[in-house]
């Protein structure tokens, strides 16, 4: 674990230190989530958490089925049904 010491800026910004960045894979232009749990911060980057909801999704899904291609076939009976009324 890496602890570093900042000092909060007037307008309520914060400076993530250079060493920490890295750590966490940060770089300008980034993207991150901050959650909160009332008593503290936590940053990650947008990249693990669209991981980790995609993982997290990804055990609800039937084995080797693209989930695209399932929809394409359920668009397809549906449309034929609506061909045949």
């Not at 570093?4 to 890295?22: F, Q, T």
């Not at 300008?28 to 959650?35: A, R």
């Amino acid at each position: 674990m890496h602890i570093e010491h900042v000092r909060m800026g007037e307008d309520g910004r914060l400076v993530i230190p250079a060493a920490l960045r890295r750590e966490a894979g940060l770089k300008p232009g980034d993207t991150v989530v901050i959650e909160s749990d009332g008593d503290s911060l936590l940053l990650k980057s947008y990249d693990r958490v669209l991981a980790e909801v995609q993982g997290h999704f990804a055990a609800l899904a039937a084995p080797a089925v693209l989930l695209s291609e399932e929809l394409i076939r359920e668009r397809r009976a549906e449309a034929a049904r609506e061909g045949r009324d």
